[in-house]
């Protein structure tokens, strides 16, 4: 079987973290790259190899797979160009920003010919994939979620709600996914938020109720400080505390005493500890079997949908409430 071409559109740092992981499995090749600042694929092609394209077009025709890693607000036209194709796609979060475009990009990826595949990388992450397999054998009744940002400075577009279509959609929308694939479908929230270092709504406070009758409080700053953990998920099950910290441990406390078990990845590789290996990987093997990825367009639609929900939640002071 011939290799699968990969062509990455966006080569700044995801893009090339991705790269460095398609280079590395023998099942496909990076054939093409481009980006607005053509230095910068080419900065890449030196290391991981491809095809120095000068438009998206020129991409298209070099590739069978295209990676959609250039800023939020870009993904939606670029991966619906990919699908008119007839390409594969593996679509960095935000599937897109605002529920119109996420709703035709939704109608398209599932109308097209190929794999379509969104980045949600914490799903594949040890520590998270570790979480899901302790729910399985337990029932959960409650949780406390958190994920800050130190600031939104570095890289400067971070605060540019221009291009990241804000706050939530750049960093908050991980754990939305993940709430999802840990506790399930969601059946209300209220929100809160507040407007303090930035052009933007930057503190949140939201209480998500599930279908299941599962309930949960969520807080999101973007300047708090880089203090670890930054992203951190409290499970409270029968006599039971499920915790992690961001990508690195699991502590699973049981019983009434203050005993507890530690799980730790903090030697695994990066790359593999937060998940983009095994995402990666995912998208190649979907290809090849002609199976749907672990993470489809309707994933990252639902997310898209949970970050506009806080926001109509916190504009009209209204609970919103989930067919």
């Not at 890449?44 to 890693?69: H, Q």
């Not at 807080?219 to 690195?248: G, K, N, Q, Y």
């Not at 699991?250 to 903090?266: I, P």
Request: charged residues 30%; negative net charge.
């Amino acid at each position: 079987m011939s290799k699968i071409k990969i062509g990455i559109v966006g080569t700044g740092y995801i893009g090339n973290v991705h790269a460095r992981i398609f280079s590395r499995d023998e099942r496909c090749e990076i054939a093409a790259l481009y980006d607005i600042k053509p230095e910068r694929a080419e900065r890449t092609a030196k290391s991981v190899g491809g095809k120095v394209c000068f438009s998206r077009e020129e991409l298209l025709e070099n590739c069978d797979a295209v990676l959609v890693t250039a800023p939020n607000k870009t993904h939606k036209e670029i991966a619906a160009h990919a699908v008119a194709e007839n390409k594969h796609v593996f679509c960095e979060k935000p599937f897109s920003i605002g529920l119109d475009d996420a709703k035709k990009l939704l109608e398209i990826a599932q109308k097209g010919k190929g794999v379509f595949q969104v980045g949600h990388n914490r799903r594949y992450a040890p520590v998270y994939a570790k979480l899901k397999e302790l729910l399985n054998e337990d029932k959960a009744h409650s949780a406390h979620v958190k994920m800050n940002r130190g600031e939104l400075k570095n890289p400067v577009w971070t605060g540019d709600p221009e291009i990241t279509g804000g706050f939530l959609y750049e960093t908050t929308i991980h754990l939305f996914d993940m709430m999802r694939f840990q506790f399930g479908e969601i059946a209300e929230l209220i929100a809160y938020g507040s407007q303090h270092e930035y052009p933007e709504l930057d503190e949140f406070s939201i209480i998500f109720k599930f279908k299941s009758g599962f309930h949960c409080t969520f807080a999101s700053s973007s300047d708090a400080s880089w203090h670890f953990p930054f992203e951190r998920i409290e499970v409270f099950c029968h006599h039971r505390t499920i915790l992690t910290e961001e990508m690195e441990r699991l502590f699973d406390s049981k019983g009434f005493d203050a005993n507890f078990e530690t799980l730790s990845w903090h030697m695994t590789e990066k790359e593999e500890r937060w998940g983009y290996v095994q995402e990666d990987r995912a998208f190649i093997d979907a290809i090849e079997k002609g199976t749907e990825p672990p993470v489809t367009a309707l994933d990252g639609y639902k997310a898209v949908e949970l970050v506009e929900s806080v926001y109509q939640a916190i504009k009209t002071g209204e609970r919103i409430k989930f067919q």
